[in-house]
Structures are given as structure tokens and as C-alpha cells.
């Protein structure tokens, strides 16, 4: 009977002390590299920085600051500080779908659609800007005339 005591509690004190080496060493991961992981813009690499940290490897996810120019339109998806009011633009394609609004392509990369009934000429050579209006809404608008449409970031 002495000797199953014995044994318990030696199975026992090496449980414990087989968790509380996992908790410190769970401990080692410091306020800095949790801050680093949790900066990470893209979900999907923030999520591995975590997996990594608690696996104990170093994070290998390099974060790439991005523009704020890159997030203009999208700020109603995610809270963008030093996002511009303003930006100016090349329309380097444009198109009309099927209900006659006008789609734009700019030379960076971003799509908009036009989001209200009306006409408006996009010559090209023009000078435009994409403007946020208020309640996330946005313009399209030319330099040399007085007039310009609402309109909505389209790509993902």
C-alpha cells in the first residue's frame, strides 16, 4: 500500500512538473513579439505570426507598411489613420455596365463604380481626383469642371 502512494505520488509531482515547464516556457514569448504579430495587416500572416510564437520558432512573416493611398476607399472595411481626403488619379480604362454606370480602372490598380444615376464625360487626358465625401462616400471629379459623381472602390 505504501509503495502505490509512493508511486502516485511520484507520477504525480512529474505532472506537474511537466506542466509548469510548459507554462514557463509558454512564458518566454515577450509583450513586444505578441505587439509585432498583432500589427500585421493581412489575416492570414497574422494568424501564423501567432502559430509560430506558440510553437517557440521565431516569427519569419516580414510586415509591409502599407500606403495609406492603398487603403483610400476601403475605410468602411477597416479604420485607416492618415488615410488622404483627396487623391488625384489616371484613368488608364473605362467602361459602362449594364445599367449605363460608368466602371474605372486607375493607374494603380483600383476599380470604381459609379453609384448614382447621371451623366458624366471622362475625356481623356483630364486631370481627375477621387475624393471622400462624408458617411464613407466618395467622388469622382474633374480639375477643370465644377461637377462630379459618386462612386465606390469596387476591387478586393
Known amino acids: 500500500m505504501a509503495n502505490r502512494v509512493m508511486i502516485s505520488s511520484v507520477i504525480c509531482g512529474t505532472a506537474i512538473a511537466a506542466l509548469i515547464s510548459v507554462n514557463v516556457q509558454a512564458q518566454s514569448v515577450t509583450d513586444a513579439q505578441l ?4 500589427t500585421i495587416e493581412n489575416p492570414l500572416q497574422r494568424l501564423v505570426c501567432f502559430d509560430q510564437l506558440t510553437a517557440g520558432e521565431k516569427p519569419t512573416v516580414a510586415q509591409r507598411k502599407a500606403n495609406p493611398e492603398d487603403r483610400f476607399g476601403r475605410e ?3 479604420v485607416t489613420q492618415g488615410a488622404p481626403d483627396k487623391i488625384f488619379v489616371d ?5 459602362k455596365d449594364v445599367y449605363g454606370f460608368w466602371v474605372i480602372e486607375l ?22 481626383y477621387i475624393e471622400r ?5 466618395f ?3 474633374r480639375k477643370d ?7 465606390q472602390r469596387i476591387d478586393e
Do not use: M
Open 91 to 95: 484613368i488608364v480604362a473605362k467602361s
Open 133 to 137: 465625401g462624408v458617411l464613407d462616400s
Open 76 to 78: 468602411h472595411k477597416e
Open 139 to 141: 467622388f469622382l471629379g
Open 35 to 38: 505587439a509585432a504579430c498583432a
Open 107 to 128: 493607374s494603380n490598380g483600383q476599380r470604381w463604380r459609379q453609384t448614382e444615376a447621371g451623366t458624366y464625360q471622362l475625356p481623356d487626358g483630364a486631370d481627375y
Open 145 to 151: 469642371i465644377n461637377r462630379r459623381i459618386r462612386v
